[in-house]
């Protein structure tokens, strides 16, 4: 660990990302931005940018938002199952 | 100097480092990628140079074949290679600084071998130099985990070698050349033994599937520099060289496809920052080997600048986490936080190469992964195409989120460090710099590519592309916030997770001690009745033979003139009979 390295667990100068408000500013806006990107779809069928997406099943209205929603959610709870059957203590292999 | 093999600079340079005194040694590791890079601009300055030929033991070796494919990975491999040295510039250790630029040597000489038996030596040679940074470490684990690391990347080479042996065997020293050997095997002019002994070869140090735990075994193992080193020369050689040997080989899509897709669980739930990386690397392989597989031209240029990009935001992560670790002395995802208020710049860093591993618009990978993907679905591989989008989704979520988020923001570990040192801001920042300007100008890189497409600088950027690929990930951001935000997301705990090492780091020793034990039981039972036996047989024949013995004993002269006579007697009487 480098020496000049201090540990301290309460810091007098918060800063902005530590008041829970901000935080759920910055949630909000995420909301925000999802609604808007997926309100573009609504637009394709004025500005037609989704005529060269292939394959052309993905052209349906909010693929990519819900495929990459959904595949997340399955991502973090099959990995959670997996911990349970994976998961040692840190000095398993410590011989 | 132009039959000297690019590289090899590198690797002289290297062994004589550690002569030097320590300023020179310093500048020596960033002036030595720097020499390397000038002699290779000056070998294709006037046009791709004819191959360098020698003759060994009768056989005809290609030294040197510069051509366009190569030319990508040696040019990546030199930049690569002068930014790990500029990061590494605070490292003293002469082990690090002889190991490191030989490795980088050798990689970029196997890059350039136009012959198998040539790629071999240098092959083994990355395996060999390379193994110095992890036990650089000098921890016990990382002893154990180079060890490992070592009989893994050699057992590659020794396939390869055997795979050469039966091809030479088969076809004579001119079946060595390399070019593509899944065309000669179709084509039935090689067989099956021989591509399917180089294919392992190459797929163990390309990491796949079941063959892949070496990696995340050892990197994190290393030094802080060593794993930066480590992270851009031995899997992307391998990726060469199966571009190389095996462009449009189909089972590689399915590889590719799994491997894209398996490591990312395995993220999701590691600790260690560095480990998670890892995983991550052998998930943007997994993208690298399906366009190998495929095989259009678009794939392969997808391919070559996809390991080009690669090398570069993969690198910048593991040199932001390595500062991490550096300054903290973790890089435990459960032991870190909040670390942007005592590390702005790394954290900065580490952003642009989290956006640019997932592709966001503006970022080098947006510009080259979505080649590989665009390749898929042009070739109506629509389940790989699917597996790809979700593998995006997941680096994003894994590498794009997870490693900020835990290591910078998240809850404060109460860490107060000084910012990571200006040798080590400079390669990041350098490494930032590229991997947005390839992002907004692909151009100069997709005119390094091996084929000559017409690929647009802007190919990538229709306004399909742009709003899909961001709808894709900021719905995957949203999956992260929904899940931290209801506690379902799993906390970072200090564990381990088994994965394929497991079987010869737990059952195999156990089979092997088993087998010990036996083998000493049987021996002892075995060797204990023939020790009996023979003690028996050793005092039967001491009684009749020995000294004292019946035969031996001396007798004195009067006995021996007795018995003489009653022999003699008895022999008259005899006869008289």
Redesign the interface.
Known sequence: ??E??????S?SSR?W??QPRNVNRI?RG??V??AL??G??LLDGW?N???????E??QWF????????V???G??????G??K??????D???? | MSSCPPGMLLILGGLLLPCLSRNFRRAGLVLLPLASGLHLYWLVADGLPDPVAMRCFDLELTLVRIDRLSLVWGTIFHIAALISAIYSWHVTDRLQQAAAPAYAGAAIAAAFAGDLLTLFVFWELTAVTSVFLVWASRTS?AF?AGLRYLIIQVGSGVLLLAGIAMLAGDQGASALVFDNLWDRFEQGTIGAWPVTLILVAFGIKAAFPFLHNWLQDSYPEATVTGTVWLSSFTTKLAIYALARGFAGADCLIWIGTVMAAFP???A??ENDLRRVLAYSLNNQLGFMVVGIGIGSELAINGTAAHAFAHILYKGLLFMSVGAVL?????AKGSDLGAL??SMPWTCAFCIVGAASISAFPLFSGFVTKSLIV?AA??N?Y?VV??VL??AS??VF?HSGIKIPYFAF?GH???????EAPWNMLVAMGLTAVLCVGIGIFPGPLYRLLPYDIGLDPWHTY????V?????????????????M?TG???PE???????TDWFY??PLPAVVGLCRRGGAGLRDSVGGFAKNLLEKIGKSTHHVLGPSGLISKTWSTAEMVFWVSVLLGSSLVLYYL
């Open positions: 660990m480098d000049n390295n201090v540990p301290q667990s810091d800063r990302l530590d949630v995420l909301y931005l999802c990107v997926l573009l779809d500005l940018f989704k005529h060269d997406v292939h394959p099943f993905t909010g693929f990519y938002g819900v495929f990459g929603f595949c997340c959610v991502l973090v709870l099959c990995a959670k997996m911990r059957l994976l998961m040692r203590q840190e398993y292999y410590d011989e | 684990s154990r990312i669980f395995f999701v739930i550096f300054r903290t002395g973790t942007y208020k665009e679905a042009d109506h629509d195409f699917l989008l979700f989704a997941g979520h923001f404060d570990s109460g860490h107060r460090v000084p229709s306004l399909g592309h709003i899909t690929q961001l709808q894709l990930l900021i719905f995957s951001a949203l999956a992260f916030t929904v899940l935000r379902i997301y799993p705990l200090r564990s381990v997770n088994l994965d780091r737990r």
